[in-house]
Every structure is written in structure tokens, then in C-alpha cells.
């Protein structure tokens, strides 16, 4: 396990993941995902913290209004959410990561 940072393009909102070292993301196919190209790194809230950009972040829902999808109002990037499917945890998008986090992607499976 290791511990990576995600941020916004601009630098505002920036999260700190706790992770095995060879990173297993899905790409999802729904049309929310597919638009912005985000890559989903599920992990339990006791591995994620919110180090800064708190202030900076708005929030979408849509359809069942279940997933809370949180995007920096700076820049508009979306690091992270919290998805339906697991909602006692947060969904953190890998491309988000510097490139050594990125690099750490072992396996990228599709649905």
C-alpha cells in the first residue's frame, strides 16, 4: 500500500488516496463517465482524505440522485465523487494522479 494525491487541474481541490501499489481502475460506459474519460479507483472513506479544496467543490446529482458527483467550481475537473454502487466509500479518478500515480495502473477493466 501507498498513498497517492489527486488534484483538479488547477490545483484547488487536492485528495490523498490510500492504495495497493498496482492500481486495478475501471472505465465505466455510462454517459457521465464516457464524457469526461474518468478512470474509477474505488476506496474505502477510511483511505481517502480531502487535503484541500473543500470551499472550491460543487456537486451534481442526476437520475436517482444517489451518486454524489463533486467537481472543483475553479476549473470544473471532477477528482473524485461518490459513487452509488459503493457509497460508504469514493470513486477517485486516476487520471487525476501525477504521473508516477498514473503509472501505477496495473489493470484497466471495462463496462
Known amino acids: 500500500m501507498q498513498n497517492y494525491e489527486a488534484s483538479c487541474h488547477c490545483g484547488a481541490v487536492v485528495a490523498r488516496i490510500r492504495a495497493p501499489n498496482e492500481l486495478r481502475v475501471v472505465e465505466c460506459n455510462c454517459s457521465m463517465c464516457t ?8 476506496v474505502p472513506a477510511s483511505d481517502f482524505e480531502l487535503v484541500s479544496g473543500r ?3 460543487t456537486h451534481y446529482r442526476f437520475g436517482t440522485r444517489t451518486a454524489d458527483h463533486s467537481f ?4 470544473g475537473v471532477k477528482v473524485f465523487y461518490v459513487p452509488r454502487s ?26
Open 72 to 75: 472543483c467550481s475553479v476549473c
Open 86 to 111: 459503493h457509497p460508504d466509500g469514493f470513486s477517485v479518478n486516476v487520471r487525476c494522479f501525477d504521473r508516477a500515480g498514473r503509472s501505477a495502473v496495473a489493470h484497466i477493466q471495462s463496462f
Open 35 to 42: 464524457r469526461l474519460g474518468y478512470l474509477h479507483l474505488i
Open 55 to 57: 470551499e472550491q467543490i
